[in-house]
């Protein structure tokens, strides 16, 4: 949603005439499909008020839409075909200044309680004590993944979007690819992907199967596929933030368009002037500063497929974004990870440490956590070795 953002500022910054086209387009898109999120307040018209900073829940879902559904495989046929689980779940926090962005990653299996929730349709829907997170949005969509994120994390949630593997694809195609490392061979026979070791640009399909791919690295856990997802997201960040894509009017037009067209959000967020704030808020923000995290677990003694919250490192966590913190990942990457970290050998284009910090400013979080900056190379950990 941040690059979204940044591409819609450009794009209603370009000239009037397409301002207002965007404008007209997302207030009649996107305001009409737009949902409360339960328990919140009137938010202050300017984002520099809210103290703290501000969250926004972005959640991968995976309706099998009709012009992709054949991609699915098994997933789009059968009895399940109808549901739609939130199998990315992300909590995007941006800082006050200096500004710093942290995106951390749920897995989808993690067992947690599902709250009492109110679909679009003003249904309440009974509170579960413990069900996997990626349910939520089948219980009572996205208003529910983010009233769950909220009262895991206990963090605000000021606002949420949902969008659709497909609505990925578009964006991944929009920009003429993504490109991805690949420190050893991915052979997955559940997605059918089949890539070989090195460099790859993604687009179409091959992107929607490295993204879905679980059993091609690490582990074949849906932790390891957190790692390669967090490596995509990666380096869609530096193509999005890039000089190529950014001074790039027409396509920043698609960009814009792609979001209006897959987009679910919050009614706090179905307003453009806010997402230009957003976009505006967080475009100059160095890549050593925008951190993906896993959020950290351990094994659910109940289930050996399954994972339950590690409180105690999370807490330490949460504490540290409070703050403000530099965040430095201590965890070191094992063949058991979806990814290996490559430290860059020059320093990444737009990558400028905060000139300001002090020693007193930087967190190491506990091992347990996995992650990188975007100022990292990681390459996926695949499992043909």
């Not at 109940?302 to 965040?327: F, R, S």
Request: glycine residues 10%.
């Amino acid at each position: 949603m941040k690059f979204l953002a940044i591409g819609l500022a450009v794009v209603l910054v370009s000239g009037f005439g397409v301002g207002a086209y965007i404008l007209y387009d997302f207030s009649s898109t996107v305001s009409a499909n737009a949902v409360d999120l339960e328990g919140q307040e009137q938010l202050p018209p300017d984002i520099g008020e809210y103290k703290g900073g501000f969250n926004l829940v972005l959640t991968g879902v995976d309706t099998c839409e009709e012009k992709y559904k054949d991609l699915f495989g098994d997933r789009c046929t059968g009895r399940d075909a109808g549901g739609t689980l939130n199998d990315v779940n992300l909590l995007v926090h941006v800082s006050q200044e200096p500004r710093r962005i942290t995106v951390v990653s749920f897995p989808r299996d993690l067992m947690i309680p599902i709250p009492e929730c109110t679909d679009e349709d003003g249904n309440v829907h009974s509170g579960m004590s413990k069900q996997p997170l990626n349910v939520a949005y089948t219980d009572a969509g996205l208003n529910c993944v983010a009233k769950t994120i909220g009262q895991l994390t206990g963090q605000e949630i000021q606002f949420a979007a949902s969008v659709t593997f497909g609505g990925v694809i578009e964006i991944t195609n929009a920009i003429g690819g993504v490109e991805v490392c690949l420190a050893n061979p991915i052979k997955d026979r559940y997605t059918g992907l089949d890539m070989e070791a090195g460099q790859h640009y993604l687009q179409g399909l091959q992107a929607l199967q490295f993204l879905r791919t679980r059993h091609g690295v690490g582990d074949g856990s849906d932790l390891g596929r957190i790692g390669n997802q967090q490596q995509y997201m990666s380096s869609l960040a530096r193509a999005l933030i890039s000089g190529e894509t950014l001074g790039n009017v027409p396509v920043m037009l698609k960009l814009a368009n792609i979001g209006l067209n897959n987009l679910e959000t919050s009614t706090s967020l179905a307003d453009p002037m806010k997402i230009v704030q957003i976009a505006l808020a967080v475009k100059s923000v160095p890549f050593e500063d925008i951190v993906f995290l896993q959020y950290p677990t351990v094994g659910d003694s109940a289930d050996p497929n399954k994972v339950v919250p590690n409180q105690q490192a999370a807490n330490v966590m949460w504490d540290a974004i409070e703050a403000n913190a530099q965040l430095q990942i201590t965890h070191q990457n094992t063949s058991n990870d979806g990814v290996v970290v490559q430290e860059p050998t020059a320093p990444v284009d737009g990558a400028t440490p905060d000139p300001n910090a002090t020693p007193s400013d930087v967190v190491a979080l506990p091992d347990s956590i996995k992650g990188n900056s975007a100022a990292q190379q990681t390459c996926s950990n695949g499992n043909v070795r």
